[in-house]
């Protein structure tokens, strides 16, 4: 799972890419992509490339909804008052927001709490509990993006009068009470985890409203008939991609969808953040531009401040006061990447003069800032390819931060291993939030570490970079660019494919970039003129005047008013390094293909 990235390419058999090609009247590189990614049936890949609500599946079948959305009804219909409580990340502000606003639609009394992450910790936290029942205890107490494992706390709630309600999709590390009202595919397991395991908790929360609907239509209430469902995806498109869950099937449906309404969001406060990162008109809104420009302005108020921000931007109706809190998070975002970037420098020295040889990364320090270590981590892990937890210190004396976790290997599964060092801990397969007593952290790095490197005996990571065709450099064209967009939204499940360009060779040094020179510029000339190059975070560069092969991503790049093909480099390789790699017979060779970078 360490050194270079093994590249190789992507296989399909001929005949079924010839065959879709001409069933669905698609390029044979849309052909290639749709079969090898399990979309070869001609039904399927029509499903595949036009997504439509109708597509999606009765709400009900997911365990517990039904029986769940009937309580929300209840309290809707009885006028009970509702407390909501929902995490500080992207997927638990916008499901607290869709929630509470939905509620409200519906008349409902309805408070929001989300958690400090400096005074209170992360998810159903004693002390955020208590701020939300300061002012007494509500009829009905919904947890969203949490709580889940906290069965302690879900015992308070109902020994206070309340009514406990769960929507989250985190793994359950216990036994689940049989009359917790909790709508959780991930808790349950069997065919509900398989069919409906992949949603974040706002494609959840999306669902649930779906099912409310129906519920309330059945009940007779006129305002249901009109609440606009199709317009909530805009939210619920942030929080599947900021959460990194596969977008396939119905999540497909939503981002698909919910593309289309951050184009031209109705939502005053979505609309407000949407303008603070899209400024060119004719552009096309993607997953690009949610995961690295919306959703780490929204992130940045829970890293560095207050989470309650971005929740009051998207239930605003006042124009002005969004626009007010979409600039505040833009600064704090700023505030963030300058925070994250010096933790993310101190923490790769150290594992380059402590941990390079081992095969997981555990660091410590008691004075990174806790609100970006997530990201450290995973920066850490794409950088290094092995299992990462970043820990910092807490008032109470406890080390808490956040693990991330290379395809191929389970976090939730090697934590549960070394659980007897940690505290409150939980997550997913790839990501986790841990906590543990600072004394306990040097026996925890070494158990984990066992547990990796265990687990690396019987597991195989494939540390491989998948190209998907080699081209030509007068193929890259914003034509066959074009012809990819029908494979859209690229994310988990869908990633962004690769192409390979063999024997290039730079005739000038790239143009460095960036506070610490960690991006640089290049160019070579494509099948429309020249071709802008960007690579970035690399602390490599590329060869001057030696033939290498270089592994990019193509998109349409927008600047003042232009269209251009951009092309985002991945890897590149020099002529040893190809020969030590497998090669296949039939690759293109583009011999003595001179490349210039931008001056």
Request: charged share 25%; hydrophobic share 40%; net charge neutral.
């Amino acid at each position: 799972m360490h050194g270079k990235l093994n590249w190789k390419e992507l296989r399909a058999d001929h005949a079924a890419v010839e065959e879709l090609s001409q069933i669905l009247h698609v390029p044979k590189i849309s052909a290639k992509l749709l079969v090898a990614r399990g979309h070869g049936d001609p039904n399927a890949a029509r499903f595949f490339l036009e997504p439509h609500l109708s597509h999606l599946e009765d709400p009900f079948k997911v365990t517990r909804l039904k029986v769940s959305m009937e309580r929300v009804a209840d309290a809707i219909d009885r006028r009970e008052t509702i407390s909501v409580i929902g995490d500080y990340d992207v997927d638990g502000i916008t499901s607290t927001a869709l929630m509470v606003s939905a509620l409200r639609y519906f008349g409902a009394t309805v408070r929001y709490y989300i958690p400090r992450r400096f005074t209170e910790g992360y998810g159903l936290s004693q002390p955020v509990l208590e701020r939300a029942f300061a002012d007494g205890p509500p009829d009905l107490f919904i947890a969203l993006d949490c709580a889940t494992n906290s069965t302690e706390q879900l015992q308070w709630v109902k020994d206070r009068g309340s009514t406990p309600l769960v929507i989250d999709h985190h793994r359950a590390t216990r036994q689940i009470d049989g009359d917790l009202l909790l709508v959780n595919p991930n808790a349950f397991g069997g065919s509900d985890g398989e069919v409906n395991g992949i949603f974040c908790t706002g494609g959840l929360v999306f669902k649930c409203l779906y099912g409310l609907l129906k519920i309330l239509r059945s009940r007779g209430n006129k305002l249901a008939v009109d609440y606009n469902l199709r317009g909530q995806l805009d939210l619920v498109t942030l929080a599947t991609v900021a959460d990194v869950v596969p977008i396939v099937r119905e999540n497909r449906v939503f981002v698909r969808h919910g593309l289309r309404e951050l184009q031209n969001p109705w939502r005053v406060g979505t609309r407000a953040i949407v303008e603070q990162v899209i400024a060119e008109r004719g552009k096309s809104f993607t997953s690009t531009d949610v995961s690295f420009k919306v959703c780490p302005r929204i992130n940045a108020s829970g890293r560095i401040a207050d989470a309650t921000l971005p929740v009051e931007m998207f239930l605003t109706e006042d124009e002005a006061k969004a626009r007010q809190i979409a600039e505040q998070l833009t600064e704090m975002n700023a505030e963030r990447q300058r925070i994250e970037s010096e933790i993310t420098e101190e923490a790769s020295r150290m594992v380059e003069d402590k941990y390079a040889n081992r095969n997981s990364i555990v660091l410590f320090n008691d004075s990174w800032h806790t609100g970006v270590i997530g990201i450290v981590a995973g920066k850490l892990m794409q950088r290094y390819r092995k299992p990462c937890v970043v820990l910092s210190k807490e008032e109470d004396n406890t080390a808490k931060g956040s693990g991330r976790c290379v395809n191929g290997l389970n976090l939730v599964d090697l934590l549960s291993k070394c659980s007897s060092f940690l505290g409150a801990w939980g997550g997913h397969p790839l990501a986790a939030g841990i906590g543990m007593p600072v004394g306990n952290v040097d026996r925890f790095r070494e158990a984990f570490e066992v547990q990796v490197s265990e687990a690396l005996k019987i597991i195989d990571v494939a540390n491989d970079l998948e190209i998907a065709e080699w081209l030509d450099p007068e193929d890259v064209t914003e034509a066959f660019v074009n012809q990819l967009r029908k494979l859209e939204p690229f994310g988990s499940g869908n990633p962004q494919p690769v192409f390979g360009i063999r024997n290039v060779r730079f005739t000038f040094p790239p143009r460095i970039f960036g506070n610490r020179g960690q991006h640089f510029n290049f160019s070579f000339r494509g099948g429309d003129g020249q071709v802008r190059g960007v690579a970035w975070n690399r602390s490599d560069s590329l060869p001057i005047a030696q033939p290498c092969d270089i592994a990019i991503r193509l998109s349409i790049r927008f600047h003042e008013g232009n269209r251009s093909v951009q092309a985002e480099l991945v890897d590149f390789r020099s002529q040893n390094d190809r020969a030590s790699q497998q090669r296949h017979a039939a690759e293109p060779s583009c011999v003595g293909q001179e490349v210039q970078s931008v001056l």
